[in-house]
Antibody, heavy 121, light 107 residues
Framework: EVQLVDSGGGLVQPGGSLRLSCAASGFAFNTYSMNWVRQAPGKGLEWVSFISSSSSTIYYADSVKGRFIISRDNAENSLFLQMNSLRAEDTAVYYC??????????????WGQGTTVTVSS | DIQMTQSPSSLSASVGDRVTITCRASQNVSTYLNWYQQKPGKAPKLLIY???SLQSGVPSRFSGSGSGTDFTLTVSSLQPEDFATYYCQQSYSTLYTFGQGTKLEIK
């Protein structure tokens, strides 16, 4: 079964750090690009970051650029999001999502269940 | 960045109704337009990719159309399980962007 499992969320103080993980199974992880997407409480979906299959291409939303770092370990079938200098507005459920190939128009076809990050003192 | 605007923001309808949700892009995204369904407390689920291609396993009452900047998602005959929030999303730019969502509620 193709699956993504998100973990690592929790309560952190403003200015703190947190590292999210996404464990992939059931597919050739090393051939797929991946995204992180977040959803603040009661709000819509916001794309956060993209990483290509080889980690050669990385993009960030302006709202997290310079604070968040996306990475992956293809040997361990894992995706990560290192979140630094956290702010209250980073409070959200964070989802990892698989990017489908070009013939599927780069849609996000598989999603993790989400992990909740709360930034509060 | 490409801005995505959905309308309406909310919609009340009855089981069996035909409903249409509209999504407009701030610039041409060709057919790099996807639709997702999200239920409370759950991850988004892909319904339509490439503007009009039905994802495997998704009921045929869902359909998508459009190209360029204007797109629609249609549900031909609403079922109880279809009441949820729907999002459009462009994948033309790697700086992915979503519409603000359309909440479909039971009348």
């Amino acid at each position: 079964e193709v699956q993504l499992v998100d973990s690592g969320g929790g309560l952190v103080q403003p200015g703190g750090s947190l590292r999210l993980s996404c464990a992939a199974s059931g597919f050739a992880f090393n051939t797929y690009s991946m995204n992180w997407v977040r959803q603040a409480p009661g709000k819509g979906l916001e794309w956060v970051s993209f990483i290509s299959s080889s980690s050669s291409t990385i993009y960030y939303a302006d709202s997290v650029k310079g604070r968040f770092i996306i990475s992956r370990d293809n040997a361990e079938n894992s995706l990560f999001l290192q979140m630094n200098s956290l702010r209250a507005e980073d409070t959200a459920v964070y989802y990892c999502a698989r990017v489908a190939p070009y013939y599927y128009y780069y849609t996000m076809d598989v999603w993790g269940q989400g992990t909740t990050v709360t930034v509060s003192s | 960045d490409i801005q995505m605007t959905q309308s309406p923001s909310s919609l009340s309808a009855s089981v069996g109704d035909r409903v249409t949700i509209t999504c407009r892009a701030s610039q041409n995204v060709s057919t790099y337009l996807n639709w997702y369904q999200q239920k409370p407390g759950k991850a988004p689920k892909l319904l339509i990719y490439a503007a009009s291609s039905l994802q495997s396993g998704v009921p045929s009452r869902f359909s998508g159309s459009g190209s360029g900047t204007d797109f629609t998602l249609t549900v031909s005959s609403l079922q109880p399980e279809d009441f949820a929030t729907y999002y459009c999303q462009q994948s033309y730019s790697t700086l992915y962007t979503f519409g603000q969502g359309t909440k479909l509620e039971i009348k």
